[in-house]
Every structure is written in C-alpha cells, then in structure tokens.
C-alpha cells in the first residue's frame, strides 16, 4: 500500500490505496475511450450541467477535502479552503464558458466563388481531441491536482480525464475523485468518464497508451522531460502540456525603490514566503539598485525573514532539493546569506532565506530554481545590467516591474525586453495569486512550459481541442451550432463576426 | 552547384545554386532574429500592407515564375498559373485577417473581485513567436513552397521566415524568393525578414538552430520524423507543424453508386489523376458496393485509366517509391490491376492504376500512401465492412461520403466513425481543391499531421502565435489593440464578446 508524509511532523501517513498495476491502466484507458464518443456527443450545454455538478460535489464535501488535504500537505486550513474554493471557481467558469460558446470557434464559408474557381461549402468547429491524462501537482491539492484546471478543462473540451494521483497527497487524491466521480455518475455521465491511477509506473504507462490523446503536467522540469520522452518513443505522438519551471524575476527600479521600499519590502516577502514559497508563479529573482532605499527594502525584508519561522515543504524530495540548491549557493559562493529565519528541526520544514549577488554575476546557476521560501536578490548598478542579467535567467511564467510613472521610458524598453522572456508582465504588483478569468495567460517561453497555450483560465480548453471541417455536409449532419438558422454561439460567418443572437442579414 | 531534373525528359537541370554552409545557416538565423522585435513591433496593419506587396511582386513575376516551375516539376501551365493565383490569394486573405484583427484573440478583464478576493486587471493577446523555419513541399511549387501559405502566415504572425528549398525545384525557390525578399525589402521590412537555405544539411541545421522557434513542413512521414528527431534533441523543444502523409479514404454508397455512376467515375479519376495524383488529399482508396453498379463504377474508372498517357511525377525519388509501392501490392498478392495507363518511357513519367481489393481484406499494408496517380479499389459487402475496413487506414486529412438522401441513417452512423479518423469530412464532392477560407481546416489525426492546428486557411496564423498577458499595466505599455478606448478589432471584455465598432456600454 502506498504511505505519505505528514510534513508538519515527518512522520508516515498509512493509506489503503494501492499502486496501480500497468493492466489496470490499460482498463482504465478503455473505459475512457469507450466514454469518450458519448461525453463528446452530449454536446457543451450538457457538459456545462456536468462541470456544474462537478463542483457542487467539492463544495459540499469541503470540511472533509481541507482536513485530509492539510493533514498531507500541511498548507493550513486558510489556504486550502481558498484554494478549493478556487477549483470550484474553475469547474463553473468553464461551465458558462461552454454555454456562451465562442470556444468552438464556430465558422462558416458559404459555397460561391473565388479567384481559383467555384468553391464548396465549408464549416469549421473545435472537438474534443479523446481521453486526456492529468498528472496532479504537489503544490496544488486542489487547483492543480484531481479536482484542477487541467481536469475541468480537458472535461469541458469533451475529454475523459484520466488522472495520475500526486504521491504527496493520494489521500486528498482519492477523496477528490470520490467526490468527482459520484457527482459525475449520478448526473448521468457515462462511466469512463474519470479514472485515477496512483504510483509512478502507473503514470509512465499512462502516459504511453494509445488512447490517451493529449497529457496535462504541473511538475519540475525533470519529471517534465521524462513524460516527453515517453511520448517521443510513441507511434503517435501526441501534444504535451507542461508547466515546468519558472523563476519569475521581479525588477524594483531606483524610482518605486524610493518611492514605496516599505510596502514592496512587505508584497515582496508575502510573495516568496505565501504557500511556503511552493508557487510556481514564487518571485525567486529581484533585481534591486544598489543604492540607500534599495538596501534598506532588502534590510526590511531580512528582517521579516529572521523573524519567520521554519515551514513544512510538501514532501522530503523537495525539502532535500531546497536544501542542496541554498547550500550550492552558499558553499560555491555564489550568493551571500542576508538573512534565514527560525528553524525549529520539525518535520521537512526549512526556513526562508534571502540571498544576494551583484547583478553582474548573473548565470544559469545562480538561478535554479529553489521550490521554498527562498529569494534572491541581485543589486544593480542600471537598468543595462538588469536586461543583460535577464538573459541569464531562463525563460519565465511571469517577470514583475515595479516603477513610478517618470521613468515610462525606460520601463518601457525594459518591458519589452521582458516580453519575450515571459508569458505575463506584472506591474507594480506580484506574480503569485494568479487571476483565473477570460484573459489569463499561464505559460511561458520553454522552460516555463512548452506550449503556446495556457494552464489557467477558459482558453486553457483549447489544449484539449482539434479542428474538424464538414464540407457541403447535410444540414442534418452537421453540429446544430454549424447549422444555418442557429444563432446562440458567436459564429464567424463568410468571414464576418457575428455575436450569438445575431444572424447573417441581421 | 545544385542541380535538378527535368521530368518531361529526365535531363539534368544546371543551376548557380550552392548548397548552404551551416555557418551560413546560422547567420540567416541571426538575421532572422535580428528582423523580428521590428516585425513583431511594426503592427498588424502594416504587416498586411507587406503582405499585399508581396501578393503584388508574385503576380508580377507570374510569367517567369510558372516558366521555371513547369520546367522543374512538369506540372503544366494551366495547374501552375491556377497554384500562383492561389499564393497571391493567400497572401491577401492574411492581408485581410490581419485588418480585421480577429486573430489577435484580444481579452480584457478589468481588475475587480472574486470568490477568491480581489483580482488584478488581466490583458491577453497572440504575439508572435519567433523566427520560423518553413520547408517547401515537392507538389506545391508556390503554395506550399518558398511563396507559400506557411510563409505568409508565419510572416502575418510577426514571424521573421527562413526557408528551406525543395530539392525538386531550387530554380522556382531562388525566383519566388528574389521576388518575395525584393518586395519586402522595397517595402521597407527589416533585413533578415525573409532568408532562403538549400539542402539537406542545410534544413537540418536549420531546425536545430535556437533562434528559431517553429517548423512548418509538409512533405512525407519519413521527412517529417526526421526532423522530429532533430527537434526532440534540442534544448528547447519547439511546436513542428508537419503535414506528412494521407489516405483519403472514399466511401461510395450503394445509393450513391445507383444514381450517379458516371458522374462519380468521372470525379474519382479526376480527383486521383489530377497533378498526376501528387495531392495530398488525393484519395488512395475507395470505398465501392460488390454490386452491378459498384462495378460499372470501376469499369468506368479503367475505362479512363487505359486510355490515359503516362505523367511526369515530380522527381526521381517519388517515382522509385511509387513503382515500388505499387509492386508491392501486386506481386505480394494484395490487390489486383484492373488497369494501367500508356506508358511512352520519356522522362520520369508514371502510367494511373487502379487496383482492387476485398475490403474485408484492408491492411495498413494495403493503404501504404503511393504519391502518384493510383487508387485502390475496396469491395465491400456492407457498411459493417466499410467501418471495419476504415479502421486498418492510418488516420487522414479527409474522409469523403458519397450517398443519397434516402441512407441519411447509415451515412449519419458512417460520419461518426469517420470523424475521428479525418480532419475534414466530405460529402458527395472530391477531397482534391482544398479551399483556402476562414472555416477551412487542413490537418488531421496523426499520421496525417501532429498538430491540432491547420496549414491552410486563416487560423493557420494561430500556429505561430503565443499568447501573453499584461497585468495592471500603464496604458502607454500596452499594445493599441489592449487600451480601453479602442474598437477597431473585435474584443472579449470582462467576458463579452464585442464586435469591432461597438465599445463596453454600447
């Protein structure tokens, strides 16, 4: 049987959940693909019904989702109860995205002709791409695990979801596919629907069966590759969605050093120390000047950092990871300690740490990222230094500005050095608490992740779709969203963009 | 120097051409990406100014350019004017979308407050992504090759190009390219925006460069796998658009066979026979009723086949691989000749086939893709057998239907099953003359393609855009199409989608 760890204690947490067996993979791929004709066939607005059902299950079964999650992550009550506050958020935000239906990017072009000759009528709608496998983050019990983007996406596309449970929290796993898949079964969905596998094996072969169409992952850089290379050594490769790595580098100006060192010594700690420092969007580079109010937020934020005191990470392969990148720094002298907080020897917790270098020393190591309540920081001399150190850093989820309106002008060629190193520019503000809505881009240039798409907010279901064209199709063959007299979805119609409620000659 | 061949005569065609240096490759590769903060900043609307410029330069040029193409590819010059006014259409299409500033996926969300608290004002919009590598095709001399439509959507995009010659036409590439890289130039774009590299070592060199960040190739599996490979050694993986290889399955109903034999004897030759079955979407095989009229369907077909003259096909290789697919099939008992063309011997010319074959007896053998001008004939007993048969094709760009009003049941059962082996469904026309239009899609599961994305028709922009997000930022530092006041493109704000023109409290 699989165990975990308390991280607030170190100490065992036995389960009755055993491995899955690769054959009992195998099954469950089955029942996914024999799901998934009926799960794409019901259409959006009943899927919408379904993602709805979905996350009234989370809520009504929330004390008992917080307690089991905190008792294996050791997050604290406040943090899950608004972290699965934020899953349910997700299933219902993809539920009216599927009701409004401009996902489906529906479009028609009527038979006539063109400079090559007489053309056919077609029409172009997105269908869900299969049974998709989601592996659950360590960090994200909820958000990112059984009950996350990725599964709520990948359902509101039409895919069945085939989970790969985290290992830190199979407990937390377990009771939210319970949740899950009653909820899905007793709103009618066909079995198959949602599966779950447990152990690493189970998700390697996952991973490299043929009904699995598409792979969502929310881990380390590592564990990203190898999932990559299983699906390069398939027949059929197959898109993979991973949210890697990222350092997310902030930049103070000498201008907002001035202006506000107070209130950015206090964001700047809140946002590499909150959720112990095991965000994906942590700030775990900041560029500050080297200048009187560049040293005092840095002061400031040392003294915040002696005060705190240790916190649990999330298991022991990422206590002892921290521990060896802090040590490299320290030992190799690549950074100098400013400051640690209290450690109190209990459980796998360390304590935040801030570090700093001259900007000018900037390399590919100084910045490994460091998943925990670690910071550091690089004082500059200008901001020619700043942009020469940001390509040292690999390419991020998220880059942070923080200035004052006169120096638009520099902020402005910085910025546009940033674009290209990041997927999401800050400003004056901080990259953690990430905003799930319409807008929200979550992903970045390679490593942040190696897609074009997003893990967070409703575009992310474009991960799970596929274009498909009918061609002088009957009326009654095609989707009624193609048909000609339907107008509730946005439609693009010879070209022109039409609103849902509008028809052609309106 | 290169040279390339004739294929009416089989003589050896001279050119000036050196094959590329990989030190010349890798400065393209810099020049290209020197070119793309320019590209990328000069905007949408000037962007589609350029592309009507190069429109422009191709329709100037048209008398020398199909000139040297028929010389090189044998593809005669009512084909070869018809593809030219097809690059010219297809740079003015993305002329268009790019007016019209749909594609930009513009998404504002105002900041405000959510279950989770209070949320930060999120921007999104496509960017483009970097330099592109686009690798021209053997059967498209313009619209898949050096003035082709993954030229002028990766240079819609913002995307700096660098080409990769076909090794079948380098004369048709050098002029398109002096013609595309005049223009541009005259324009006023950037140095670097357009480049152009020659041979195999050369392409290789190419994908494995850094600075590029996207392939677009179409051309055969075995093409394509090899630059997979090349791709999954990079450092950092990149999106490879591969359109590689299609079967074209055909399917005749009994109903259909009843009423319009002719009419479907006439088409299906056409579709296999046209530009000497070197399409893409040629349908290799057909579906065709055991019965008095699926005969006489055939019989009509080798009518036509006997009585056809051998055609040049587009170099020495695909003929070698098209004699010795086709001897496969026959000598190891496969299927059986029903007919073949005169053969005069001149040049690198192939007589049409058509073979048949009991459908009960389809293999993936039996569907290997033969690039020319062959059909394979299935008989088949009943629908059952057809599904059973489909099953035994590798995955397509297009499946077509051919039936009447009166099996609306069955053909509805039919197009299920097909939908998830195809990326386009037709219904009683010829896969072959794909129209390039908003609603077309062009790809399909693998091995048709690898990707969920098309490479004709205006989303095929989306292939080399990346999303990416301002958070709560000045409006000066934020692109026109993302400030308040703008309506000149279509928007999604807070959620609601609005056409260009109108504005939030219209």
Request: glycine fraction near 10%; charged fraction near 20%; charge should be negative.
């Amino acid at each position: 049987m699989i165990t975990t760890t308390n991280p607030r204690t170190g100490d065992t947490i036995d389960t009755d959940i055993a491995a899955t067996a690769p054959e009992q993979v195998a099954e469950l791929a089955q029942a996914a693909d024999a799901a998934f004709p009926t799960l794409a066939a019901n259409g959006r607005v009943w899927r919408a019904g379904l993602l709805d059902a979905l996350a009234q299950a989370l809520e009504d079964d929330r004390e008992a989702l917080v307690e089991t999650a905190d008792a294996e992550t050791g997050l604290g009550p406040v943090r899950l109860n608004g972290e699965l506050t934020r899953s349910v958020f997700q299933f219902r935000m993809f539920a009216d995205a599927l009701r409004e239906g401009g996902y489906l990017e529906a479009t028609i072009d009527h038979a006539g002709t063109s400079p090559m000759g007489p053309v056919p009528d077609v029409r172009r709608m997105l269908l869900p791409i299969g049974p998709v496998g989601v592996f659950g983050a360590s960090n994200f019990p909820f958000a990112f695990s059984v009950a996350g983007g990725d599964t709520a996406s990948a359902l509101a596309a039409g895919c069945p979801v085939l989970l790969k449970a985290h290992s830190s929290h199979p407990l937390t796993s377990k009771r939210s596919f319970e949740a899950l898949s009653g909820a899905a079964e007793q709103y009618g969905a066909p079995a198959g629907t949602l599966g779950i596998v447990y152990g690493t094996k189970a998700g390697a072969a996952l991973v490299a069966d043929p009904r699995i169409k598409a792979v969502g992952f929310t881990g380390s850089l590592s564990g990203g590759q190898a999932l990559l290379d299983i699906i390069n050594n398939r027949d059929e490769p197959i898109p993979f969605y991973g949210e890697l790595s990222s350092l997310n580098p902030l930049i103070i100006t000498e201008g907002a050093a001035n202006a506000r060192p107070d209130e950015i010594a206090q964001g700047l700690f809140a946002s590499f120390t909150g959720s112990a420092g095991q965000l994906c969007t942590k700030p775990g580079v900041a560029f500050v000047p080297k200048s009187e109010h560049g040293h005092q937020i840095v002061e400031k934020i040392a003294q915040q950092v002696r005060e705190a005191k240790a916190v649990p990470l999330l298991n022991g392969r990422i206590t002892n990871s921290f521990g060896l990148i802090r040590q490299r720094l320290v030992d190799e002298g690549k950074a100098e300690i400013v400051a640690t907080g209290v450690s109190d020897g209990a459980g796998i917790g360390v304590a935040p740490s801030v570090l700093t270098i001259d900007a000018d020393r900037m390399t590919p190591e100084v910045t490994e990222e460091a998943f925990g309540p670690l910071i550091v920081v690089a004082y500059y001399d200008d901001l020619g230094e700043v942009e020469e150190g940001l390509g040292h850093i690999p390419k991020s989820l998220t880059a942070t500005i923080h200035s004052e309106d006169q120096e638009a002008e520099a902020v402005s060629h910085l910025a546009e050095r940033v674009k290209d190193r990041a997927g999401r520019l800050v400003f004056n503000g901080y990259p953690t608490g990430v905003r799930v809505s319409w807008a929200q881009h979550h992903g970045g240039p390679w490593p942040a992740t190696n897609s074009q798409h997003t893990s967070v907010g409703v575009t992310a279901v474009r991960r799970f779709l596929r274009p498909f064209v009918w061609q002088d199709a009957p009326e009654a063959l095609l989707p009624e969203e193609l048909r000609d007299g339907y107008t509730a979805v946005p439609r693009r119609v010879d070209g022109v963009l039409q609103l849902a409620g509008e028809s052609a000659d309106a």
